[in-house]
């Protein structure tokens, strides 16, 4: 049977990425070795490095002089990566608390400086994305989470923002264009919406950097990797490898105006599924809705478990919620095509015809 597979992370991936990176597990073109087994030094590698960095730069139009990592520790390591090299012991940093994940980011600040929530959904359980805050102008740094992965809440906008912008892009990132010229910095864990877990992209513009008084460990020193173009330690060769054919794949099929209206074609019709069917109902106001994580309710508690076993038995795979909202999330990065999320959908109706 065919399986749909709507995990939220680590979670689906092109075939093309599987079927290239399989390939290259065995032999990588013209090496006659594994790409498990050659050094990290090797110029082969090098050039592949370099070319997954210049992609990242042609498909989200990086500006010029910013830089691109690939790092290890995962989105959790930046986190406290982000104060470390940013945030002076007497200064503030201001935050969106808009999620679980923005919560760990600031628990992690606060081990540097001051933090300063400038706004907060916690009141209705991160349904929605905060407006009209303001962000006091000697702030550090402002630190956004684009898309809440647990929650299902986005932010589709670049916001202006007059002190550094950073964002955690992790599920989102390729999911849309963005201006990145906005942002002071990014950073993404892979395993969402570019390759296995293991590897972290982070694109900043260097200029935010140095301008602290602190030691700095050198694996925690943006600066070190940066002058070592990701390369100061052993990198996760197969996590980069694997994501760079993501990038091949994202270029191939048009880039991120192509991946925008896919993505935006696909959450419509399970979004305006969930508002027309009498067996589900959405959990995130209509505004802040993501395009990644689509959360939503049985009307009937009671059958919450039934329809997980009327699914899976239909070949969904990870559309159970997370504990913390409950019900059923479907997550459809950029590798899930619209044909899955009409399964899900028809698998829906059909549900509620037995049940209504
Ligand atoms: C998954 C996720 C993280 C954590 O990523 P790790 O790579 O496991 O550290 C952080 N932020 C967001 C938005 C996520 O979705």
């Not at 042609?58 to 090299?85: C, D, R, T």
């Not at 990701?230 to 099929?253: D, G, H, R």
């Not at 991120?256 to 969930?274: F, G």
């Not at 909202?325 to 990065?333: E, K, L, N, T, W």
């Amino acid at each position: 049977m065919k399986k749909y597979n709507f995990n939220a992370g680590p979670s689906i991936l092109p075939q093309y990425t599987l079927d290239k990176t399989c390939k290259a597990v065995k032999e990588l073109d013209n090496i006659g070795l594994s790409v498990l087994e050659i050094s990290h030094r090797s110029k082969e590698f090098q050039k592949i490095v370099d070319d997954a960095v210049a992609l990242v730069k042609e498909i989200l139009k990086v500006p010029e002089n910013y830089n691109v990592l690939f790092l290890g520790g995962g989105a959790s390591l930046q986190f406290s990566m982000v104060p470390y090299n940013l945030l002076g012991d007497n200064q503030t940093a201001s935050y969106l608390e808009t999620g679980a994940w923005a919560q760990k980011a600031i628990k992690e600040a606060k081990l540097f400086g001051n933090v300063n929530v400038v706004a907060s959904s916690s009141d209705k359980n991160f349904t929605y994305i905060p407006k009209n805050f303001k962000v006091p102008e000697d702030s550090a740094y402002f630190h956004v989470t684009t898309n809440n992965t647990i929650f299902g809440s986005e932010l589709l906008e670049d916001l202006d923002s007059k002190v550094p912008l950073i964002a955690d892009m992790s599920s989102d990132i390729f999911s849309r264009p963005v201006d990145v010229s906005k942002y002071a910095l990014i950073y993404a864990g892979a395993q969402k919406n570019l390759g296995p877990a293991g590897v972290t992209l982070v694109i900043l513009n260097p200029d935010i950097l140095g301008k602290i008084e602190r030691k700095i460990p050198s694996m925690l020193d943006y600066k070190i990797h940066i002058k070592n173009n990701s390369l100061y330690n052993t990198p996760p060769v197969f996590a980069i490898y694997a994501s760079f054919m993501t990038l091949q794949w994202l270029k191939e099929q048009g880039g991120l105006e192509e991946m925008e209206k896919k993505n935006i074609a696909k959450a419509k019709l399970l979004y305006d599924e969930i508002e027309r069917n009498s067996m589900f109902c959405g959990t995130v106001e209509k505004d802040s809705r993501s395009r990644m994580n689509v959360c939503f309710l049985p009307t009937k508690p009671e059958l919450e478990q039934e329809f997980i076993k009327f699914a899976t038995e239909k070949g969904m795979v990870g559309i159970k919620g997370h504990r913390s909202v409950g019900g059923f999330r479907a997550s459809i990065y950029n590798a899930m095509d619209i044909e899955g999320v009409q399964a899900l959908v028809d698998c829906m109706k059909e549900f509620e015809k037995q049940h209504a």
